[in-house]
């Protein structure tokens, strides 16, 4: 692909990726809003958040990316974009929690087929750039989380949140009909051979660098997904932000200084895996250590002044891990086997990163509502607390990366 094509093309995949936080998110921005016009309690809404999600998201994410390794990668975006992006502006008309459920289930099935075929096919647009690449592609979650939150304080407070859900749905559909008039489908790099799944699973489980991306990304997507959750709603009981600062301080952070952090993860996980490919997991331990120990010290102080300079620290680096494990499998894991490898680490990484970490927070913060005044704090203080697997998983990672490189490239030519 031609160099201002290609770069045109990573533009659009990383717009694609903002929409799909831009809806994946809305709900958690606007989280205060919803539960007291539905009535919902916060285990209602961890499981909104979480696991009536995940579920979905992680059931559908390995069939499609099993379409997306043999079959038109473009096509599939661009359908499974508009599917979420109907569902989402099907939310603004909900009125109740069972309906909300099924709406949220409906985005979920969406967004699960966007990011393998997107992933698989930024590897073929940029075989020696792959690092940028996916460092770019994920910047698009920044400057969705940054589009979402000038979306969420400008239309929930002039025309509520159910018109925010249908506003930003229909900007989704108007993004697939572009997608699908603009892109092309890039030519793949290596010959791909339909396999059933029992021959995937079986090289893939067979793969040490794939399974402990895997577990790294787990720890990762947890502590993400439940801080991401209820952030928001924290900062607004906690400190008394209302919905334009607690998004303002999600949009500065995770949007715009996340952004920066994201898009200079790339080039330097690139230059640190020319001198040493252990790098790719010592850097993502370093980053989700600190994001770790940011959040547990940052809401346990009462002082805003002080707390939300600590609480900002996790969510700029919040995509930095991510990006180093799209890195590794676009890297150690063969090019046949790339999408349905993003997509089956995203199975189990949804299921129990994604979907019990906010269902964890929100469980545990109703438990903890009889007895605190605000049960957010010891909630979230104990419910990351399992993301810390990811740490351990990242460092092991950096002893197999090494070994699983040469593997491929003394495949390749046995397969030429």
Same mark, same amino acid.
């Not at 990484?349 to 545990?364: D, E, F, R």
């Given at each position: 692909?031609?160099?201002?094509?290609?770069?045109?093309?990573?533009?659009?995949?990383?717009?694609?990726?903002?929409?799909?936080?831009?809806?994946?998110?809305?709900?958690?921005?606007?989280?205060?809003?919803?539960?007291?016009?539905?009535?919902?309690?916060?285990?209602?809404?961890?499981?909104?958040?979480?696991?009536?999600?995940?579920?979905?998201?992680?059931?559908?994410?390995?069939?499609?990316?099993?379409?997306?390794? $043999?079959?038109?990668?473009?096509? @599939?975006?661009? /359908?499974?974009?508009?599917? !979420?992006?109907? =569902? +989402?502006? &099907?939310?603004?008309?909900?009125?109740?929690?069972?309906?909300?459920?099924?709406?949220?289930?409906?985005?979920?099935?969406?967004?699960?087929?966007?990011?393998?075929?997107?992933?698989?096919?930024?590897?073929?647009?940029?075989?020696?750039?792959?690092?940028?690449?996916?460092?770019?592609?994920?910047?698009?979650?920044?400057?969705?989380?940054?589009?979402?939150?000038?979306?969420?304080?400008?239309?929930?407070?002039?025309?509520?949140?159910?018109?925010?859900?249908?506003?930003?749905?229909?900007?989704?559909?108007?993004?697939?009909?572009?997608?699908?008039?603009?892109?092309?489908?890039?030519?793949?790099?290596?010959?791909?051979?339909?396999?059933?799944?029992?021959?995937?699973?079986?090289?893939?489980?067979?793969?040490? $660098?794939?399974?402990?991306?895997? @577990?790294?990304? /787990?720890?990762?997507?947890? !502590?993400?997904? =439940? +801080?991401? &959750?209820?952030?928001?709603?924290?900062?607004?009981?906690?400190?008394?932000?209302?919905?334009?600062?607690?998004?303002?301080?999600?949009?500065?952070?995770?949007?715009?200084?996340?952004?920066?952090?994201?898009?200079?993860?790339?080039?330097?996980?690139?230059?640190?895996?020319?001198?040493?490919?252990?790098?790719?997991?010592?850097?993502?331990?370093?980053?989700?250590?600190?994001?770790?120990?940011?959040?547990?010290?940052?809401?346990?102080?009462?002082?805003?002044?002080?707390?939300?300079?600590?609480?900002?620290?996790?969510?700029?680096?919040?995509?930095?891990?991510?990006?180093?494990?799209?890195?590794?499998?676009?890297?150690?894991?063969?090019?046949?086997?790339?999408?349905?490898?993003?997509?089956?680490?995203?199975?189990?990484?949804?299921?129990?990163?994604?979907?019990?970490?906010?269902?964890?927070?929100?469980?545990?913060?109703?438990?903890?509502?009889?007895?605190?005044?605000?049960?957010?704090?010891?909630?979230?203080?104990?419910?990351?607390?399992?993301?810390?697997?990811?740490?351990?998983?990242?460092?092991?990672?950096?002893?197999?990366?090494?070994?699983?490189?040469?593997?491929?490239?003394?495949?390749?030519?046995?397969?030429?």
């Amino acid at each position: 692909m031609k160099t201002a094509r290609g770069y045109g093309f990573l533009l659009l995949s990383a717009i694609v990726y903002a929409v799909n936080i831009i809806d994946r998110q809305l709900l958690p921005l606007m989280a205060e809003a919803v539960r007291k016009d539905i009535a919902l309690s916060d285990w209602q809404m961890g499981l909104l958040t979480g696991i009536s999600f995940a579920a979905f998201y992680a059931i559908f994410t390995l069939p499609i990316a099993w379409i997306a390794d $043999s079959g038109n990668r473009r096509n @599939l975006v661009a /359908i499974c974009l508009g599917v !979420f992006s109907l =569902a +989402t502006a &099907a939310c603004g008309f909900v009125q109740n929690f069972a309906q909300l459920v099924l709406a949220r289930m409906a985005v979920a099935i969406g967004e699960a087929g966007t990011t393998p075929a997107s992933l698989s096919m930024l590897a073929d647009t940029f075989p020696d750039r792959k690092g940028f690449a996916s460092g770019a592609f994920t910047a698009g979650g920044n400057l969705g989380l940054l589009g979402g939150v000038l979306l969420v304080s400008g239309l929930a407070s002039q025309m509520g949140w159910r018109a925010t859900f249908a506003i930003t749905g229909l900007l989704g559909i108007v993004t697939a009909a572009i997608y699908m008039l603009v892109v092309r489908e890039p030519v793949r790099l290596s010959p791909v051979v339909r396999q059933d799944y029992r021959q995937v699973l079986r090289r893939l489980g067979s793969h040490s $660098s794939f399974r402990l991306a895997t @577990l790294s990304m /787990i720890g990762i997507l947890f !502590f993400t997904n =439940a +801080t991401g &959750a209820w952030t928001p709603a924290f900062l607004a009981r906690a400190h008394g932000l209302s919905i334009a600062q607690a998004g303002l301080f999600v949009g500065l952070t995770s949007g715009l200084i996340g952004m920066i952090c994201v898009l200079l993860t790339g080039p330097l996980i690139d230059r640190l895996a020319r001198r040493d490919l252990r790098w790719m997991g010592w850097l993502p331990a370093i980053a989700l250590a600190i994001m770790i120990a940011s959040m547990a010290i940052g809401v346990r102080i009462e002082d805003t002044r002080i707390a939300l300079p600590i609480l900002a620290i996790a969510p700029c680096l919040a995509l930095v891990p991510p990006t180093c494990i799209f890195a590794v499998l676009q890297t150690a894991v063969p090019a046949g086997l790339r999408a349905s490898a993003t997509a089956m680490l995203f199975l189990a990484a949804n299921l129990l990163g994604m979907g019990i970490g906010p269902t964890l927070v929100g469980a545990l913060s109703s438990y903890w509502e009889t007895s605190s005044a605000l049960s957010l704090r010891p909630a979230l203080f104990y419910g990351i607390a399992p993301s810390m697997i990811g740490v351990v998983a990242c460092l092991l990672l950096a002893r197999t990366i090494a070994r699983d490189v040469r593997a491929l490239s003394d495949e390749m030519p046995a397969s030429a």
